[in-house]
């Protein structure tokens, strides 16, 4: 059995799942599809366009107090998306992926599979995300002119994080930047020209330490 709290709109043409919980104050519009045993804390906005893809939520997530979808996206099963996120149009966060509160994720990201993006994180239109990284808190991805306004799906991504990597917190990266698999980033890097894998950089700008 469904629950939705107080002050709830959900539009009847939304699809619900079963055993899901809704809470106060929410928005829910049509083209909108959330999987079984989904909660959905209070103060949650979604937006959607009347035609085109709509947002779909899978089974087992927990979406917190605070969030707006703002847009067509893709969330996968069991992710979390914690308070006060803010998830713009075609992101797609893969199964098990973890945003902790406070992201702002921009058009066309993909978060990888069982990935952890902490507090305060900030990722530019078009950053792909790997599998199984680690984004530490108040990262930001930035963009040009041309990364912000690209809003089509087929637009390449501006910045790529390869799988199993680690970026410390409060590090800077430029636009364009390519970071291979199962690189470490220090905290507090400026980073302003691609990695390669396996390696461990640091510093502002960031320079090559050793292989990992």
Known sequence: MNKIGKFSLVHPKAIIGQNVIIGNFCIIPANVVIGDNTIIKNNVEMRTSDSGHGIHIGAGCLIETGVLLDGACDIESTVTIGPFCEIKNNVNCKKNSYLQGCNRIAANCVIGKDSLIKYGAILTSNVFIGKNCFIGPHVIFTGDDASRNATKA??????????????????????????????????CSFVREDIGNDSLWYGIPARFIKKR
Request: charged fraction near 15%; proline fraction near 6%.
């Open 154 to 187: 087929e637009e390449p991504h501006t910045s790529r994080v390869g799988d199993g990597t680690f970026i410390g917190a409060n590090s800077c990266m430029m636009p364009g930047t390519s970071i291979g698999k199962n690189v470490l980033i220090g905290a």
